[in-house]
């Protein structure tokens, strides 16, 4: 083909196997709004990229399909912006094959990525990298850079560690371990999530914004952190709206490993595991929210510190190795597409973090991370912190907004003050995958 002339095939794509595999949805792009105080500059953007990009030259790489596996691979063809109404599908002739993509409408731009590339955090990397270019081209000035990755930062090999490649052991007790925390009886599950038509491509984004002092300060003052204080306001959104019949929310909440991993601290690959942040009908109904969110928070510390994460973490490792031995796409998709088999019954909380920008923070008024629809009807409390805001963000795959009702009506109840924003549906584009 064509494209393959622009392709270089590299390493096999270990981290971002279980995101590559799908056995009934279609594989959507992840995204990113930013919205500035002053319409884009189109001709400033592409520079801001291209200065972005020669630091962080692994963000022009693509994902390519080889029989059925997945590899990475160099992709020569340029990345160029353009003026879009929302964001542009990934990995097609449209973007030069890229795997993410930048453009822009008005003050709003969009940054697109395929999730098998990067995770949240590596996306932020570049992120930042161009926001920053970007400003300081249009402004005519030199912005501090610290914390972002400019030429001021060596690149280290480390950036692209892929934490999943080397195999690692564990044991069958650890396996029976990690089933046990993954197990579904007992667990409060969304009655829309059992609502026919549920699950499509369709998503509703309920968002929110809250003054990063006002919300900090609350969860200091109750001992919490913002991803445990947003599961504790969720578990207690729902049991206003619903009835538990004695069972128990669960948040489940994403967390880096790259300080758990070792080599992995730099990637700019997935590097995740997950914590479940399980609340019982008397503590959920019984305790006031800021003693919820210290309890959630002990509970999120405890199993980051006491090898719950790794072994869930090691779980999926020992998933990806022998799920990728299989030898067709499609029996490999039915071990590998982790959220069609793993389906939510609650809640997730992802709290991305922080984007940095010195100086020029008042020029961001609002962020928004929009994941893709997954193979399962769900409900995302997805979070980040940016220009003296939380910007909190309900995504689901369902129209109602009863638990964002009733999430704000616990905001109000816990003395946080907040402003809600215009609710809105949305469709992620769907990613092309090229085979070679």
Known sequence: ?????AFIIKERNYSGTTQCYAIKKTICSYVVEVRLSADIDAKILQEAVDAALARLPYHRQTVVRKGSLFYYAENSLPLEVGEHDGPRPVGGAEVNYHMIDVAYKGSLLYFSMWHALCDGLGFNRFIEAVLYHYMCLKDGRAYDDTGIYTEKIPFDEGELFDP??????ISGKEMKEIQAMAAQEGRFRLPEFDEPGNGGIEMYR????????DFIGWCKENSSSPAAAAAAIMAKAIARVRKMDGREIVGVIPCSMRKLVPGAEKTFKNCSSVVFINMSPDAVTGLPVGELAAQA???LKTRMGDGTARRMY???NKLVHTGTMLP???LKSRVLAGSENNPQNTFYVDYVGSLTANGYDDQ??????????LGCPSLFVLMSETAGHFHINLTQSFESDVYYRAFCEVLDDAGIPFERLPIESYANPAVSIPRV
Do not use: S
């Not at 999943?164 to 052991?169: G, I, S």
């Not at 961001?364 to 629809?373: S, T």
């Open 1 to 5: 083909m064509a494209q393959d002339l």
């Open 164 to 169: 999943l490649q080397e195999r690692l052991k």
């Open 206 to 213: 309920l968002p929110m914004k809250i003054k990063t002092g």
């Open 297 to 299: 928070r002990t509970t």
């Open 314 to 316: 090691a779980g999926m």
């Open 328 to 330: 067709t796409y499609f």
């Open 364 to 373: 961001i008024l609002e962020v928004r991370y929009l994941n893709a629809p």
